[in-house]
């Protein structure tokens, strides 16, 4: 699944856009079904998240249009000037021009991860409310590599759907090359299941609760990290308690696994 940032204006926004379900929008001639759109409208701000649901297809007079399914409205539009601040002009340079000259914008996870804790949605009218999960699994569990024998800080509180702290995006290789890709609760290596697509694909547990840390820490990969898999892992969070892979290992010798 790919990000893009779709700019408009906010008199089509509050024409077309503002109270729509389903609509069809200009696009990026890359857009994909099941692709995420932010939407940002001029002067307020990033004010919505919807989903593509079908690819981009050729239109005569905006080249490409793509139909879109309203996910959720934010309930405080992400202003041009905070991002501002998230972001140097090196880092997101297009939000530094206030995105002139765009109509769709191609956004990269790096930038969709910095993005996604200052988003605070309110759930889509007639909608049940998304299942949230009570640490971020998905955006920040494969980080950039990182040289053996260094110390790795941890810490800085942050929103991310429920109250996180910001992992350390550079201490999960050395975790993965120490301990292997197989998880650490049931044993399983993606790889062997799933063939090519699951070659070293493993998430990596923190095993301190980080939020009983207020503040920063040091951060030993080799001691404070295990690899798990993804329902392990989703598994281990899921009480109020975080379980121990210890904890989770002693349930599933109980149901007989």
């Given amino acids: 699944m790919d990000t893009y ?5 906010p008199k089509y926004w509050d024409r077309l856009g503002k109270q729509a379900k389903r609509v069809s929008w200009s696009c990026s001639k890359a857009t994909k079904k099941g692709d995420r759109i932010l939407m940002y409208v001029a002067t307020r701000g990033i004010v919505a998240q919807w989903f593509a649901t079908s690819d981009a297809k050729e239109h005569k007079r905006w080249n490409f249009m793509c139909d879109m399914k309203h996910n959720r409205t934010f309930r405080k539009a ?10 140097t002009k090196s880092q997101w340079g297009a939000a530094h021009q206030n995105f002139r000259g765009y109509q769709s914008i191609r956004v990269f996870e790096k930038v969709f991860a910095r993005l996604a804790p200052h ?7 007639g909608t049940a409310a ?15 590599e990182l ?29 993965v090359r ?8 049931c044993k399983l290596v993606l790889q062997e299941m799933y063939g090519a697509v699951g070659k070293d694909f493993i998430h990596v547990h923190h095993l ?6 207020k503040g920063k820490y040091h951060l030993d990969p080799v001691k404070d990290l295990v690899p798990v898999c ?5 598994m281990l969070h899921r009480p109020a308690k975080m379980l121990t892979p210890q904890q989770l290992r002693d349930k599933l010798k109980r149901a007989g696994k």
């Avoid at 940032?5 to 204006?9: H, R």
């Avoid at 988003?119 to 009218?125: D, N, Q, R, V």
């Fill in 230 to 234: 993804p329902n392990c892992h989703a």
């Fill in 147 to 175: 040289e053996l024998n260094t110390k790795y800080v941890e810490g800085t509180s942050k929103q991310v759907l429920v109250n996180a702290y910001e992992r350390n995006a550079k201490a999960r290789k050395d975790c």
């Fill in 5 to 9: 940032l779709f700019v408009t204006t």
């Fill in 208 to 213: 301190k609760p980080l939020a009983r840390n």
């Fill in 78 to 87: 992400l202003e041009l000037s905070q991002i501002k601040k998230i972001f």
């Fill in 178 to 185: 120490f301990h292997g890709a197989r998880c650490k609760v």
């Fill in 119 to 125: 988003l605070k949605g309110a759930k889509s009218p």
């Fill in 130 to 144: 998304a299942v949230r999960p009570r640490s971020d699994l998905r955006g920040r569990l494969y980080p950039d």
